[in-house]
């Protein structure tokens, strides 16, 4: 199918709610949307009509790690997914985002590999405060930093007085600061160098206490500097309450949380599988419960993958070290799927879709264009099926170490076709189309 077209579905996610609906949509945008079918429209039947994914969170690597992912690899894989947009993290690329320089060097390498659109992150480590404006007019969607050290030597984490310096800059940009909230007290009590394979002892290695007095900094520095605040991938359910006393004080504060916090629990994570070591770590079923529950009541605004593979032998998979291993999870195709098997007992379809779509679009302000099924925002559409499961077969993965926990999982939500400014660029297991991702700028 060209760019222009019309597809009806009984299931159409439409002004906030399920219904029929005909989408027509001419040059990659919706036209005009009908309660009914029209002649020319292709029938879905039963099978859901929704925007595109929207994954907020994603480490693709390229340039100078290409071996670990890859624009065109990621790309594909979120397509694969019924994600339609992506924004990269300024890390783990070499160099790392953190200068206008560096982002014009990651800007040229992904010229010609997008098959999804992508935004971009920049980096704040000590000392790059200069970088800020320039990376803002640049079309940066916002800056990351960590509170901890991140993996990477080249990205620094930041320190109370550090921050202080440069959230002022930040909050003149309107762009948010989204902040990888652990800090190191060192008194973690874990005996994981003892018993490196053990999923209980690295969890004790990473407790909640890191994850909570982070928190609690930073809204209390969003205050102090009226500063757009973004907290990546909570896991700590005892830091919900915190996030809520701000937003009811008005403060400038969002919170995403991953499917891998919502589907996976400690306890059923067996030794030494290292596919499943990320920070912070994944956590008992009572913790991660809450977490769903947060995000049906706007405690957590949204869901995104933090998608950051690694190579097999930085992996650990023979050792089953998880004291070395590379900590990370691989599941940029599964944010649809994943999550959905994890929420489908607790939400219904149309306060989940949101979290996927318009919630992630409005944080990022692309919500002009992306995000919702309306007359003038661009075409960016999947068809799936909530109620049909299915088995993850490691032939069917499209990032490029088919490393994963979600491997041999089964999951609701089988994707049916990724739509691309009117394109078809997924379909029945086979990407379609290729290079129909743009730059996702600002607005």
């Known amino acids: 199918m060209n760019k222009s077209g019309a597809l009806f579905s009984q299931k159409?996610?439409?002004?906030?709610?399920?219904?029929?609906?005909?989408?027509?949509?001419?040059?990659?945008v919706i036209t005009r949307i009908e309660p009914n079918k029209l002649p020319e429209a292709v029938d879905l039947g039963n099978s859901v009509l929704m925007p595109g994914c929207i994954d907020a969170h994603v480490h693709?690597?390229?340039?100078?790690?290409?071996?670990?992912?890859?624009f065109e690899t990621a790309t594909e894989a979120a397509l694969a997914g019924g994600t339609t947009s992506v924004v990269d993290m300024p890390l783990n690329s070499s160099p790392v985002s953190v200068s206008l320089a560096d982002f014009e060097e990651k800007l040229a390498t992904a010229k010609g590999k997008l098959n999804c659109?992508?935004?971009?992150?920049?980096g704040i480590i000590p000392g790059n405060q200069a970088e800020i404006e320039p990376l803002a007019k640049a079309g940066v969607l916002g800056f990351k930093c960590f509170l901890v050290h991140s993996g990477i030597d080249e990205f620094p984490n930041m320190?109370?007085?550090?921050?202080?310096?440069?959230?002022p800059i930040i909050a003149q940009t309107g762009l948010p600061l989204l902040t990888h909230c652990e800090i190191d007290d060192e008194l973690a009590d874990s005996d994981l160098t003892q018993h490196p394979q053990r999923y209980l002892s690295y969890l004790a290695s990473r407790p909640k206490s890191w994850e909570n007095k982070a928190i609690a900094m930073m809204i209390e520095l969003a205050e102090k500097h009226n500063c757009r605040v973004h907290i990546v991938h909570v896991s700590s359910a005892e830091a919900l309450e915190h996030i809520a006393k701000a937003k009811r004080k008005g403060l400038k504060i969002t919170a995403e949380t991953c499917p891998q916090y919502l589907l996976f629990d400690a306890n059923s994570i067996p030794d030494g599988a290292t596919m499943y070591k990320c920070a912070p770590p994944i956590r008992e079923m009572a913790n991660n419960l809450q977490l769903k529950q947060a995000l049906a009541s706007g405690i957590l605004d949204?869901?995104?993958?933090?998608?950051s593979p690694a190579p097999p032998e930085i992996k650990e998979l023979q050792s089953g070290n998880l004291a070395n291993a590379?900590?990370?999870?691989?599941?940029?195709?599964?944010?649809l799927s994943a999550s959905w098997t994890a929420l489908k007992d607790h939400l219904t379809l149309e306060q989940f879709i949101p979290l996927v779509t318009s919630h992630p679009a409005q944080f990022l302000k692309i919500d002009d264009r992306?995000?919702?099924?309306?007359?003038?925002?661009?075409?960016?559409?999947?068809?799936?099926?909530?109620?049909?499961?299915?088995?993850?077969?490691?032939?069917?993965?499209?990032?490029?170490?088919?490393?994963?926990p979600y491997i041999g999982r089964e999951l609701y939500g089988q994707i049916v076709s990724t739509y691309i400014s009117g394109k078809l660029a997924f379909n029945q297991h086979q990407i379609t189309n290729k290079n129909g991702g743009t730059w996702l700028k600002p607005q």
Not at 302 to 307: K, P, Q, S, V
């Open 12 to 28: 159409c996610f439409w002004n906030g709610k399920l219904q029929a609906a005909t989408v027509c949509f001419d040059k990659g």
């Open 60 to 70: 693709i690597n390229e340039p100078g790690r290409t071996e670990w992912e890859g």
């Open 117 to 122: 659109h992508v935004g971009f992150y920049g």
């Open 159 to 167: 320190t109370r007085e550090d921050l202080d310096l440069i959230m």
């Open 302 to 307: 949204f869901i995104g993958t933090d998608h």
């Open 326 to 335: 590379w900590g990370g999870i691989a599941g940029i195709q599964f944010l």
């Open 370 to 404: 992306k995000g919702k099924i309306a007359p003038g925002f661009d075409a960016d559409l999947v068809i799936w099926q909530p109620e049909q499961s299915f088995e993850v077969r490691q032939e069917d993965v499209l990032f490029r170490h088919k490393i994963s």
